[in-house]
């Protein structure tokens, strides 16, 4: 079946199957998180992103081989409500934003700043610092060499626009900014995103829409 990135709680995950990455994306409740794993296709080597929920269905994803990592976009409690029990199964290192580490109950092993790297197997993902939705969001870029980069953008964008930022005027323009710079003015259109709720999207679709974003300020 084809890749589309549309999941639903208790659904079947997706797979993403690239060259050298096997992207699996699965929802969880209760409240429609992505949780993505992934997989070196040279060692079999995995990595989860947001161990949002539901740990018997995560687990259940990771099957016997385990994982190496588990990396916690960001503080919001939807978002590590599995880790305690993923990481006691699984003896995973944990990684998270410098700046949202503390606010996370579960240690962070590896705090991450901006362009830091995270490798499993032959694969590595770079980490980018969002300021606005948290201050320590990070979305993580896995820069496909045989394609386009592929972006796990946590709460930090979404088909339609940036993260919450709650009503606060100056997050939302530091959050605007960073997307804006680092994501937009770094990647191309191409660029596959998958956010920490709903659809996958892509650079090239919303790009367009960056200025509407701006002047509705949310």
Known sequence: MPYTGKVTVGGPAEVHELADL???????????????????????????????????????????????????????????????????????????????????????????DDGDTIEFGACSLTARHLVGH????????????????HLFTGDCLFPGGVGNTFGNAENFATLLRDVETKLFGELPDETWVYPGHGNDTSLGAERPHLHEWRARGW
């Open 22 to 112: 096997m992207i699996s994306k699965v929802a969880v409740g209760p409240m429609d998180n992505n949780a993505y794993l992934l997989r070196c296709r040279t060692t079999g080597e995995q990595l989860l992103i947001d161990a949002a929920n539901d740990p018997e269905t995560l687990l259940q994803l990771i099957g016997d081989d385990g994982i190496g990592a588990v990396v916690t976009t960001h503080r919001h409690g939807d978002h590590w409500q599995a880790l305690a029990d993923v990481v006691k199964a699984t003896g995973a290192r944990t990684y998270a934003g410098r700046y949202d580490a503390e606010g996370i109950p579960v240690p962070t092993d590896v705090p991450l």
């Open 134 to 149: 948290t201050p320590g969001s990070i979305a993580l870029i896995y820069d496909d060499p045989h394609g386009h980069p």
